[in-house]
C-alpha cells in the first residue's frame, strides 16, 4: 500500500502525544495515513512489551490508520548506523510516502533525538538507488525519497515553524492516547500498583491540553499541533497560508 503520510515514533505512543491531531486531519482529507514505532518500549517503567502491544492495537483502531508496524529495534539501545537505517529504508520503499512525520529534533527522552536524526537520514539514503534492499518476498525495492520531512514537538518547547489545526480532532487524540492505559492516567484506580511516572499523573494530561491550546491559539484557533522543518517551505500563492 502506497501511504501519503508517514509518521515515526521512537516508541508506541510517541505519535499519539506528538502528531496523531494533524494524522487524523489528513485521513479526513482523504489521505492513507499510517503509523511505525521503532521500538516496543520494553524499558518503559510501567507495563510490559506485551501491554504496550495491545494498547498500540487499540489506538490504531480509534485512529482508524491504514497501517501500523513496529521494527522490534532495542528501545534505548538502538542507534543511528547502517543497520538500523536499512531497516528504516525498507520500509520508506515499501510504503513511499509523500510526507514523513519524525520525532522531535531534541528531547527529554534521549530515543527521541536519536530516532530523529536516525529516520531523517534514512529518509534521505533511501532516495539513493545504489542502496539496495529487499522487500518481505526478497525483491529488490525501488528508491524513494519523500518529498517532505517534518519534526513533531513532544516533551521539551521547541518553537515550530508550522502548527496544524487538530481542533476538530482533538477528542480523538485524546481517546487514542488513553488507549494507553498502563503508561497515561485514565481514572483513579486502587488496584494500580505500579510505580508513578513523568506521565502516569493527571498533570500530565492537563499539560498536553495546555501545550495544544498554546499552539492552537497561536494560529487563532483551540487546539494545534506543531512541528520543525528540514527546509524552507514554499507556496505558490499566498493565498494558501490564509
Not at 206 to 228: D, K, Q, S
Request: proline share 5%.
Amino acid at each position: 500500500m502506497k501511504l501519503d503520510l508517514l509518521a515515526f515514533a521512537s516508541h508506541p505512543d510517541d505519535a499519539e502525544l506528538g502528531c496523531v491531531g494533524t494524522i487524523l486531519a489528513h485521513k479526513a482529507q482523504g489521505k492513507k495515513v499510517g503509523v511505525v514505532d521503532l521500538t516496543r518500549g520494553e524499558l518503559g517503567t510501567r507495563g510490559t512489551p506485551e501491554t504496550r502491544a495491545q494498547e498500540s492495537a487499540d489506538a490504531t483502531k480509534i485512529l482508524g490508520l491504514d497501517v501500523r508496524e513496529n521494527l522490534g529495534m532495542a528501545d534505548g539501545f538502538f542507534r543511528n548506523d547502517e543497520e538500523h537505517q536499512r531497516k528504516v529504508i525498507a520500509v520508506l520503499r515499501k510504503y513511499r510516502p509523500e510526507v514523513v512525520l519524525l520525532n522531535a529534533i531534541h528531547d527529554r527522552h534521549p530515543d527521541h533525538g536519536r530516532g530523529s536524526h536516525l529516520v531523517s537520514e534514512a529518509c534521505f539514503y533511501s532516495g539513493l538507488r545504489q542502496i539496495k534492499t529487499q522487500n518481505e518476498a526478497g525483491e529488490e525495492q525501488e528508491a524513494w525519497r519523500p518529498k517532505a520531512v517534518y519534526h513533531y514537538i513532544q516533551d521539551r518547547l521547541i518553537t515550530p515553524d508550522l502548527i496544524v489545526d487538530i481542533t476538530p480532532y482533538w477528542e480523538q487524540k485524546v481517546e487514542a492516547i488513553r488507549a494507553f492505559k498502563s503508561q497515561f492516567f485514565t481514572s483513579p484506580d486502587p488496584e494500580d500498583n505500579e510505580p508513578a511516572t513523568y506521565i502516569s499523573t493527571p498533570e500530565f494530561m492537563r499539560f498536553l491540553e495546555a501545550r495544544a491550546m498554546e499552539l492552537g491559539h497561536a494560529i487563532g484557533v483551540t487546539y494545534g499541533e506543531g512541528f520543525t522543518k528540514e527546509r524552507h517551505l514554499g507556496v505558490k500563492s499566498l493565498f494558501d497560508l490564509i
